[in-house]
């Protein structure tokens, strides 16, 4: 059985930073594509970044490109840096998790296999 676990979140002003972690734990260990959504009120699911299995290819979302940073700590930690937040940055940030390889797919959160509960992220004005 795989669990995903996020953490990082909480409330900050216009203009600070934060760090989400996410960890995967697993029966066997294992490397993992591994990504970040979130999810405002009401809203779909909006792509983050992502982190191929192989390689240390990653990829962004065009509202987040030069202020949120991907990292791996090993095959099955994640981090995700974030700068300069705005209001817009609100939500709910899931880590998702996946063993295939290739990138493709990495932008659709139905491809993940394995998900969390979500880490909240609030940005005051």
């Known amino acids: 059985q795989v669990q995903v676990v996020e953490s990082g979140g909480g409330l900050v002003r216009t203009g600070d930073s934060l760090r989400l972690s996410c960890v995967v734990f697993?029966?066997?260990?294992?490397?993992?594509?591994m990504a970040w959504f979130r999810q405002g009120s009401g809203n779909e699911r909006e792509f983050v970044a992502a982190?191929?299995?192989?390689?240390?290819?990653t990829f962004y979302g065009d509202s987040v490109k030069g202020r949120f940073t991907i990292s791996r700590h090993n095959d099955s930690t994640l981090y995700l840096q974030m700068t300069n937040l705005t209001p817009e940055d609100t939500g709910v940030y899931y880590c998702?998790?996946?063993?295939?390889?290739?990138?493709?797919?990495?932008?659709?959160?139905?491809?993940?296999?394995?998900w969390g509960q979500g880490t909240q992220v609030t940005v005051s004005s």
């Open positions: 982190a191929a299995r192989s390689a240390a290819t």
């Open positions: 998702e998790a996946e063993t295939m390889y290739g990138t493709s797919w990495l932008r659709d959160p139905g491809e993940y296999n394995y």
């Open positions: 697993g029966r066997t260990p294992d490397t993992y594509a």
